[in-house]
């Protein structure tokens, strides 16, 4: 296919479609609303389902249904409305069951501002449900990446039977890139007879399938929670990251995700023309974090001071210290209101803090 | 071509423009670049940002440049520019009434983006002069990538505005993307539309980048040179002057 001209929103949207899902339950809030647009006109020409709830409560629920009986399933909302799906998020979670939840990020807390932010890291990461319950983050930085991580979270979802998330910024939703998709990726669970309550005719296995999270005996509970466990070790076979200009020698790293990569990235660019090199790691999956890929862009050079670089107060500065060993100090920057930093600021940023390394 | 330093392109569009199309068709881009050229042929222009369904992306993010410029700018209170609200400022029904030498109104995107002009019924009836209604077409977005789909949308958008579209702007690209031969396509594009639907094509687009890459001669509708002004913040904007 050839290359259109898409807001993030709307490759999304047409991403999930191409990667066969074919149910979306919503509900509308700025700034990610075209993707329920797009898709109340795009699901029936494939002969899908749109449903708009009532709440983000009742879409969470829908999703945990059609999950249940072994459909590819999305969602997609932002910051306040992700708040709402939390519980269902959690019953998901502990009933093993897959789907897909994409987070259009608007600043916060509260009902905040519709313009674009990198809050709900700390949600997204570590408490997206209560209970021992976590999700695979993936951030994208470009339109098209966003189109391809949605149509692989279908198949992570499925393998490790557990939501997966995107986390992208305001302005991932909003802008427009030129986009490709491949022709045909349509597919089905294949693992789905694992737990779908589906009917017993077309299944080998005669045992039963029951979808719950409601485990009485406290050894039944551990046990459901080692399994989970278990599965969120194993996630970091998918860890994904990319380094950007980390094979000059450099005394100041950068750990930056989605948009604000971008930002880093002309920095970066930009310093690199006046002969200062900096590195750059961005990271792909913010859960798991790609701690060893930080650590060794550290070690492995001449540097001294990691910025970690957001649209949050510093949520992910905790993760970059984590990877970084103690090997040097690390430092936040960033604005959260809705403002995003410049280039320019990186600059000065990093020219003020490399004048006294 | 032209833009503000080329003055002879053949677009002449006094008195009141409204320009409507799909979703991210780049209304806001030719409004704001239709606004730097009136200007720099002289005329005294206001624009007006009557977005109502888009958060970001809007005539309002180039205030500031086109302020410079002297071009007046109509937009909701300062306090209110990134409300999510669909705010309609009283000063749009008197420029549609009295657009002097030059209004451009930015209207937002598709049919749900243009019904706040019927709202407007009263004052677009009570003009005595005809005015242009400007549906803008990019055929490298989804659903205007075909003469039908864009014939689909002007039907839905006079059918909830209440106004005639009376001619096409063609403004084919594919942003940091594009290449000569998407405008070629594009040009080509427009001539069967316009065909097609008996509208004449009011100008085509070409961003400032790719001006040395076509020649002029070869189409036989104005050209509107874009300095693209609404770039997200890794980017600059091409300067005006």
Known sequence: MAK????GNEAIAEAAIRAGCLNYFAYPITPQSEVAEYLCWRMPEVNGVFLQGESEVAVAYMIFGAAAAGARVFTTSSSPGISLMSEGISYLAGAQCPAVFVNIMRGGPGLGGILPSQADYLQATKGI??????????????????????????????????????????LIGQM??????????????????EWATNGMDHRKSKTRNLVRSLFLDPVVLNNNNLVLKEKYEKMKDEILFESYNTEKDYRILIVSYGTMSRVCRTAVDMLADEGIHVGLIRPQTLFPFP???????????????????????????????????????????????????TPEEIIDLIKARMASL | MCGPVDKECGIDLPGLTVIVGNYGSGKTEVAVNLAVYQNAIGRRVRIADLDLVNPYFRTREARKVLNQLGIETILPPEGLLQ????????????????????AIIDVGGDDAGATVLAALADAFSGRKKPFNVLQVVNPYRPNTDSVEGCIAIRKAIEAVSKLSINGWVGNANLIDETQTGHIRYGYQFMRALSERSGLPVAFITVAKELLSGVDIHEFEIPLLTIYRQLVPPWKKAIALS
């Open chain 1, 129 to 170: 449900g209560h209970g021992d319950c976590r999700m695979l983050v993936m951030a994208p930085a470009t339109v098209q990446e966003a189109a391809e991580m949605v149509m692989k979270a279908f198949p992570l979802a499925e393998k490790y039977r557990n939501p997966v998330m995107i986390l992208g910024d305001g």
């Open chain 2, 83 to 102: 409300a999510d609200l669909p705010i309609l400022s009283p000063a749009i029904s008197g420029l549609i009434r009295q657009p002097g030498d030059c």
């Open chain 1, 291 to 341: 701690e060893e890929a930080i650590c060794k862009a550290v070690t492995s050079s001449g540097c001294k001071l990691v910025l970690s670089i957001e649209m949050s107060m510093g949520q992910m500065l905790e993760d970059v210290q984590r990877s970084v060993l103690g090997a040097c100090p690390v430092e936040w920057y960033g604005k959260c209101g809705g403002e995003v930093p």
């Open chain 1, 4 to 7: 259109v001209l898409m807001k």
């Open chain 1, 176 to 193: 427009m890139e030129p986009v490709e998709f491949p022709d045909d990726l349509k597919s089905e669970p294949t693992n789905k007879d």
